[in-house]
């Protein structure tokens, strides 16, 4: 075969790239059996004989043979690896999931309650910066620092919250068989346990409000308000246009526009915690003004006297109004 006939270097280069045409691959093979290897490696004057060149190949060919593939304990060690750092995430995913609660088995959150008496009001800053003021005849339950999801709270009595905003975790109160979720507003919840009603006014932003043994649930807005009917177990929502009053109640200021005698004397009764009865043809009257009800009752029931032109007095404990 004529060797000038093509570049043999070409076809070299293509046979070990695999890219040969079949007819390439043919007239390279030709051209290799006609060459004189030998003489070729001979002329680089490294051997002097072609058993030195057959032993040099031998030799290479005994090493690959001899040679051990790589040890599977690195395969191994690279699973266990691979199998510890998977236990890594799996353990921080578990530790994410789950912070609460593995928390509150390691270091529990310590629950408290701040009482009022009769006549008292206290003001108390939560843990996430929301400002509680609460009415006389109160309790309020609440954790010493907030984990979880929701910040939770209860209530038996009358409180008014500024709730701080947070929209990753709701602030839910529990008043009875009334609860109510916030973002960040402000708002009044009445919730007595004895009480007929459990109301809830909203005076600035937007609450949710839902009763257990009922399915009504209510979005409440500024100047709105629900109440829950212990006895019917229904919760209805109304305008409150006189919501802002709220702002002064907190502080044990009642401003009555208007409001039944009957209905000044109850939120007496609650403030002070004493029992006040009404003499005959009070309890239809109308009172207007306002009262501190932080001052002594005494001193409550003589502007209230004064004002509606009855007298009062007490027997046993309970105090009477008279005409």
Known sequence: ?????????????????????????????????DFNDEELLLSNGRYTSTEQIRETILNRINAGINEQPAPPVKIYKLWRNLAAAAAVVVAIGIAVLYRAPILNLVDPVKQLKMTTNPGEYKQIFLADGTHIWLSPATTLSYPEKFRGKLRDVSIDGEAYFEVKHDTGHPFVIQSGAVKTVVLGTSFDIQAYAHAKSIDVTVVSGKVGVSAKASANTAMVTANQRTIYQKATARLVKENYPNAAKFLDRRKGIFDFSGASLAEVVRDLEIQYGIPINLGPGLTSKTFYGRLQTTEPINRTLEKLSTVMEIRWEKQNGTYLLHP
Do not use: C, I, V
């Open 1 to 33: 075969m004529d060797s000038n006939s093509f570049n043999p270097e070409e076809l070299a280069h293509k046979w070990l790239t695999g890219t040969l045409t079949p007819d390439e691959k043919s007239r390279f093979e030709q051209w290799y059996a």
